[in-house]
């Protein structure tokens, strides 16, 4: 709330980063008031989180639907970054407002609907095979079906983009030092996008990791739910403690440091530009 507030305050709101920023903080929110709504079920009636329940079915798939909204926004930053570097030597395209409001609504649009399919009918509530342990009563099937491909995007996809930004900068460096012209602005902008993506990746592999690992242990498991009590279930809530953790993760990365990125990728563009003017010239 207190980024959400702090973004809408600011008079940068319509930079397409900032969008990304604050709709990033309203997913962190959805993510957790549904973890805060399915530990007070837990506190109230243990039971239906163990052996499932159908009042399970809507805070499980308000939790999915956001953590499906974070990842999703998560990629669309890390692909407006590499634009913003990529592009800025071109005068053809720019990240406009327009493009961040139509990839933030297919981000919901997308997560709302894979979210929401458990609500749909693709559950086990009737079924006693296939049912997830430790999601009961989700699926194994969706469960596999929704966590590896997200796995992959969550993963693949911002380490390209970051890849890519780092070695775009590292080739301006190199073609700056070449003609004798000072190259401090992109050294520190690479050491600043290098940091930041390793924070990136820690972050998101402490965080969905296991969760991760929690799915293919129930793909694979064919025990019954009582003979995994309580350790596999104390497992589950840490898994979910992390996702949390990383709802708070989020704002120090994106927030506290968007500022100085920013402003070295906006001095970049600036860079650029008077490279491209000199040169008409």
Same mark, same amino acid.
């Given at each position: 709330?207190?980024?959400?507030?702090?973004?809408?305050?600011?008079?940068?709101?319509?930079?397409?980063?900032?969008?990304?920023?604050?709709?990033?903080?309203?997913?962190? #929110?959805?993510?957790?008031?549904?973890?805060?709504?399915?530990?007070?079920?837990?506190? *109230? =009636?243990? =039971?239906?989180? @163990?052996?499932?329940?159908?009042?399970?079915?809507?805070?499980?798939? !308000?939790?999915?639907?956001s953590? !499906?909204?974070? @990842?999703?926004?998560?990629?669309?930053?890390?692909?407006?970054?590499?634009?913003?570097?990529?592009?800025?030597? $071109?005068?053809?395209?720019?990240?406009?407002?327009? %493009?961040?409001?139509?990839?933030?609504?297919?981000?919901?649009?997308?997560?709302? &609907?894979?979210?929401?399919?458990?609500?749909?009918?693709?559950?086990?509530l009737?079924?006693?095979?296939? !049912?997830?342990?430790?999601?009961?009563? &989700?699926?194994?099937?969706?469960?596999?079906?929704?966590?590896?491909?997200?796995?992959?995007v969550?993963?693949?996809?911002? #380490?390209?983009?970051?890849? $890519?930004?780092?070695?775009? !900068?590292?080739?301006?460096?190199?073609?700056?030092?070449?003609?004798?012209?000072? *190259?401090?602005?992109?050294?520190s902008?690479?050491i600043?996008?290098?940091?930041?993506?390793?924070?990136?990746?820690? #972050?998101?592999? @402490?965080?969905?990791?296991?969760?991760?690992?929690?799915?293919? &242990?129930?793909?694979?498991?064919?025990?019954? %739910?009582?003979?995994?009590?309580?350790?596999?279930?104390?497992?589950?809530?840490? *898994?979910?403690?992390?996702?949390?953790?990383?709802? #708070?993760?989020?704002?120090?990365?994106?927030?506290?440091?968007?500022?100085?990125?920013?402003?070295?990728?906006?001095?970049?563009?600036?860079?650029? *530009?008077n $490279?491209?003017?000199?040169?008409? @010239?």
């Amino acid at each position: 709330c207190t980024v959400i507030f702090t973004r809408m305050a600011t008079k940068d709101l319509h930079k397409p980063i900032s969008i990304l920023f604050c709709n990033l903080a309203f997913s962190d #929110l959805f993510t957790s008031f549904s973890g805060f709504w399915i530990s007070m079920l837990f506190i *109230t =009636d243990p =039971d239906i989180t @163990i052996f499932g329940s159908k009042d399970m079915l809507a805070p499980y798939a !308000l939790y999915t639907m956001s953590i !499906l909204s974070t @990842i999703y926004n998560l990629v669309s930053i890390g692909i407006e970054r590499y634009l913003a570097v990529a592009e800025s030597m $071109r005068t053809r395209f720019r990240v406009a407002r327009n %493009h961040s409001i139509v990839a933030v609504l297919i981000n919901w649009l997308l997560a709302f &609907f894979l979210g929401c399919l458990p609500l749909m009918g693709w559950n086990c509530l009737r079924m006693e095979k296939n !049912l997830s342990v430790l999601y009961s009563p &989700f699926c194994v099937d969706y469960l596999i079906f929704i966590a590896i491909p997200n796995v992959v995007v969550a993963f693949i996809i911002p #380490l390209f983009t970051y890849l $890519r930004i780092i070695i775009i !900068l590292r080739k301006r460096k190199l073609k700056m030092k070449a003609c004798g012209q000072a *190259t401090g602005t992109y050294k520190s902008a690479e050491i600043q996008v290098a940091r930041t993506s390793i924070f990136i990746w820690l #972050l998101a592999l @402490i965080s969905y990791a296991p969760f991760f690992a929690g799915v293919i &242990f129930d793909a694979t498991n064919h025990q019954c %739910h009582i003979d995994l009590y309580p350790g596999v279930y104390i497992f589950r809530n840490c *898994t979910a403690m992390l996702i949390t953790m990383n709802c #708070l993760g989020n704002p120090i990365i994106y927030t506290l440091k968007a500022k100085t990125l920013g402003a070295k990728l906006k001095a970049l563009k600036c860079l650029s *530009t008077n $490279r491209v003017r000199a040169c008409t @010239i």
